[in-house]
C-alpha cells in the first residue's frame, strides 16, 4: 500500500456513538441553538449559527444545482402568508390536525395519541417484565423516534386478552379519531404519568399557525405548511412560462411552519423550518420519463409496501428500473425522482447504509395519491422521513379549479386529429311544435338523452316508418321524417385537453441537515474526546482554514495573499490567528468540519512554502504556495481525491518549520 | 469608431417611461404577479415567477459576496416567529404601528395619516386652482411616492390662515400622535373621500403579524418585521464564535412581514419581504474601519440633513472621506457601509443618477441612534428608501442585557494594563461595634460614600486626631487609628469591559429588485412595443439562449451539447426550440433581460459555427462553437466586455445561414 492509499484510510468506528458529545459540540461551535435563549427559549424553534447556515446554504446550492439548473425546473419563491381560502380547498383547514388532550389540574398539554402509546407501551413493558420476556427492540426504536414522553414502566402482568387489545390499539393508533381515543383513554382509564391527573377529551389542535391579514379582522390567513400550495395557484403561469409544454416541473425552497403541540426531538420535529419543493407536472397518460436511463441501474435499498404489511421490515435489493418494471414503483418518473433523491443525498455525505426508501402503505397515504415513497434516513432517532415523494394524481390542481371555477389544465395539439363518426338527430322545430304543442318539450328531453345506438335505431325506424317515442308517464308518440332526421356525422378532435398529474418530490432540509451531522460524526482513534465532522468538500461550511504558527506580523502579507487567491478561486476560507496552540486550533476546525488546513510558517516567508493538512487522515504535505493553492482548488472542484492530491504534493516531514 | 466601439452605442431614451407597458411585461413574462391571483388575490402579497426568482437569487448572490464572504461576516438563520417578550423590549409591541380610521358607514379602513394627508393637499391644489397659481411638482413626486388614496381637487379658494395651518399640519404630518390626528380630522372636517362619510376617531394599528406558539393560548407571538432581533439575542454565541474579538458583523438574508393597513405600491409597499441586514459590532471609542482608504475616494450623492432642514434637496457632492473628516457622516465605519453600500448597488445595474444617500433629520430618527443615512433610489414612485445604514448605538444589545439579566458586552485585552491609585479605608469591625453599637451601620453608611478626596481629608483628620464623622440626623461620631485606617493603594485593570455598538445596514431586496426593474426597462428605437430589460449579465435571470433556427432534429445533438457545455461552466442556459420566429424568439427574451442569444443553424452542423447575439445591441458575431462558448464565459464572469469580444468573433453578415 503507497502512503497515500493509506493515508485515506482512517477506522471512523473505533469510538461509539456518542450522542451527548455531538449535541455539546454542535451547540459549542453554534451549529444551531434554541432561538431565543436569552429569553429561556421556545420549544420546536432553533437559529442556525455561522457553520449551521453555511452548511445549509451549501446542502441547498447542490440541491439547487443537482435539480434545479440540471433539469431547467422553473423556480418560484411564493408567499408565506396564506389566505384560509386556499387551505380550506387543500383540505387542511380540515384535516391538518392533531388531538390534544389537558391535564384536568395542570392544565399540561399532550398529545392523545402520543400519550395512548405511551402508556400502553410501558404496560405491556411491565408486562413482559413481569412475565420476564425481553423486550424488542423495535419498541424502543419507535418510541426514540417519535420522541414521546418517556414513562417507567413498572413490572404488572396484564391478562393476554388485555395484551391483545392492547397491541391492536397500538398497531392501529394512528388512524383513530378524536371521539375514539377519548374512549380509549377512559376505557384504559390512562391519565397523564407525569401527575396522574385525569386528562379531557381529545380535542383537534390544527397545526397551521394563523393570523389576520390587514386591518379588518375578516380575512383570516396561516402560515403555510408546505410551499406546494403556492406552485399550483400558479400553475397557469407557469404552463406559459413553459410554452404551454408539458412534463415541466417548479421549484421552491422556503420556509414553513408547523404549530406542534409538544415537539421535544431537536431540529427533526420543529415549528419552522426550511423546505424544498418539486411539482413535476406530467401527463396522467404518459408517465414516462426522458432520462429514466440515467438512473435505472441506481440500486436503493427499497421498502415495499407488500412487505411491511406483512409486518417485515427487511429490504429489497433490486434495481429502479427492475422495480418499476414489475410496477413495484409506480411509474418511470416516481422512479426517476427516487433515483435522482437517492444521488443528491449521496452527494451531500449521507451513509448509503442508513438510508432506505419506504413506500406508504393504503391506510397512510390520500386517498388521492397513486404511490408515494419516503426517504427515510436513520439516526439516534430511529428512521426518519426526510423526503417524500409522491404521486398526487390530479387532486391538487382539480380542487383548486372547482373552488375557484378557474381552468387548470394543458392541452395536447394531437400529431393525428381522433376523428369520430356518430349520429345526430336534426328536428324540425316548425313541425315539431305543430304536431306536439305542449308535449314538445318533454319528447325532445327523451330524445335528447338517446346514445348513437338508440339514434341508429330510431333512424331505421323512421325509415321504415315505424318510429315512435316513450315517455316516462307511458304516453307514446308518432315520429316520421317531417318532424326528424338522424344522420351519421364525422367529428374531427386535433387537441386533447386535460389536468396534468403532479409528482412532488419534497425535502425537509433540517431533518436531511442533522442526519448528515450524526452521518458525518466520529471520533479520533487517539483521542476520545476530539470529535471531528467529516463532511464532504461540497457541503462543508468553510473549505479551508489558513494557520499562521504564531502572531507573529510577518505573516500578515502571506496570509493576505493566500487569502485573496483563494477568494478569487471562489474558496471560502478563514483565518485563525487566535494564541491557541496549532493543535488546538486544528481540533476546533475538525469539529466545524473543515477539510483542509493550510499552515504558514517562516519557512512559509523565507522560501514561499506552506503545509497542506488533510482533516480525516490528518496527513500533512507541503509545496510551493501556488501549487497547494491550485491542488486545493482541484481538491474544492472535486476533480481530485486525496491521494490523487498526495502525488502531487510530498509529505511534510516536520523539518521545514523554523521558529 | 470602430464597428466594435459602435456596437456598445445604443440610446436607450428614445422613448419615454411607460410604466403600464412595464407592467405587461413584468407580469406577462412572470417576473411577479400578485399572490393568490386565482382566488382574486390578497392586497400587498406578491409571487415571484421564474425570471423573478433568479433576479432576486441573483441580486442574493451578488450581496453574499460583496459583503459575507468579501468580509467574513458570520452569517445566520434565525427564525421569523418570535415570541413576544422580544419585541416588547425591543420597542415593537408598543410602538411599531399605525393609526388607522373606519368609514363610520362602510367599515373601510383607512390609514389616519395618509387620509388627512390626500384630503388637505387635494384642497391646497384646488386652492391653487382658483386662485390660477401653478401646481408644485414636488407635491406630486410626495404624492406618488406614499401611493395615498387619489383624491380629486375642486377649485375652492382658502382662506389665507388656512393654507397657513394645512401647510403647517402637512409639514409635521409624520410627527401627530393618535389624538392630535383625530383632532386634526375633527376640526378640519375630514371625511372618507370615496364615500364622503364621516371616519371614526384614530385606533393604533400594530403593523406585526401575531399568533400564538403552541396549543395552550398562552404563549403570544409574532412575525419579524426585521431580522435584526435575531442576530442580537444571538450576540454572545456569535462574539464567541469570533473568539471574544471585535469588530465583527452577522449577517442575515431572510423574510420579515408588515401587515400593512392598505398596500397599493406593487413591490414597494408589501406585507411579506426579503431583506437582508447586517449588524456590524464595534467598540464604541473606536469606530475606524481598517479599509475606509478603499472606499475613501468614493462620491455618492449626499442629502444631508442640514440641507433638508432648510428645506432644500439639493445634493452634495463629495468623497466619503471628505464627508466623515467633515462629520457630515458620523464615523468612518458608517462612511465605510454607506461607500459599500453605493458600490453593491451600482455592481446590480443600479443608475447612479437615480441613486443618493438621505441623511435622517434629527425627528426622524430613533433616540439612540448616533447617525443614520439611507439609500434611496428614485422611480415612477417617488425616491424611495431601498437601504437603511443607521449606528444604532449600544441600544439593542442594552434593552436585551435589562430584561433578561444576561451579560451582553465584549471585553479588551488593555496592552497596558491601567493603573490608578485611590484611598481605600479599613475598619475594625470589633472597635467599630463596641464603640458605636446600634449606631454603626448609620455610620459606616456614610463612610462608605465618601470619595477619594473626602476619604484622604478623613486620613488626614485621624493622623491629627481630629477626625469626626457627621450622620445626616446632625449627630457627630469622633473617629480614630484604632477604629478605621485610610491608606492609597494601588489598583490595576488590565481587561476593559463594554457593550458594543452597532452599525446596520439592511436592504429591502424586493424594493432594490424592483428599481432595478425600472432602471433597466427601456424600448427600442424602431419598435416602441418591444421592451427590453438591460440588466448586467452579473444579476440577468438566464445569461444564454440558445435558439434553433427551426424544430429540426438535426440540431438536437449540437443542442445538447452546447447545453452541456454552458451547464459544465456553471452558465445558467434555457433553449427555446418553441415554433415563434427567430425575432419573436429573440424578443421574447429581451423582454426577460437574457444578455446572449447562440443561434443554431444548418451550417452548425455543417461547419460547426454559431452565432453569437448581443441584447442591447442585437449585434450578431460568428464562430466556431468552442470559440463562442469561450467568449461567452468570459463575459458572463465579466473578465472581457461587449465591445472585447467584438474584437474576438468577427461580425455576422447573414450569409452562413442555410436553410
Redesign the interface.
Known sequence: MSSAEAASVVNKNVHPFDKAQLDTLLTS??FF?P?????GG?????????P???L??NILDVWRKHFI??E?M??????????S??FETSGHVAKFADW?VKDLVT?E?LRADHLVEAVLEARLKGDKEARGVAEEAAVDEKDAKKKKKKVKSTAVKLDDAVVNVYNTTLAQIDNYTGEELGAIIREHEIKNPDTNNAVSEPVQ?NLM????????GK?K?Y?RPETAQ?HF??F???L??N?GRLPFASAQI??S?R????PRAGLLRV??F?MAEIEHFVDPENKKHTRFDEIKDIKPKLLPKDVQMQGRTDLVEMTIGEAVEEKIIDNETLGYFVGRIHMFLLQIGIDPERLRFRQHMPNEMAHYAADCWDAEIQSSYGWIECVGCADRSAYDLSV?SKR?G?A?VASQALAEPIVTERAVAEYNKKTFGKTFGKDMPAILEVLNKYDDEELMKLKNEIEAGDATVALADGRTFTLNKDLVTVERKTFKQSVREFTPNVIEPSFGIGRILYSLLEHSYWRREQDVARGVLSFPTCVAPTKVLLVPISANTAFLPLIKEISAKL?AAGI?A???D?SATIGKRYSRNDELGTPYGITIDFASVQKNTVTLRERDTTDQRIGRVDEVISVVADLVAGNISWPAACTKLPAYDGVQAVD
Open positions: 461551535r453554534f441553538a432561538a431565543f435563549e436569552i429569553y421556545v420549544a420546536g424553534l432553533y437559529d442556525y449559527g455561522p449551521g447556515s453555511a445549509q446554504a439548473i440540471e431547467n422553473l423556480e418560484v419563491d411564493t408567499t408565506i402568508m396564506t389566505p381560502a386556499v390534544m392544565g398539554v389542535f399557525f394563523d393570523s389576520m391579514i390587514g386591518p379588518t380575512l390567513g402560515l403556492g395557484v400558479n397557469n403561469r407557469l406559459g412560462f410554452n422556503g420556509r411552519f404549530n406542534e403541540i409538544s415549528r419552522e426550511t383548486h375557484t378557474q387548470l477568494r471560502s478563514r483565518v485563525d487566535s
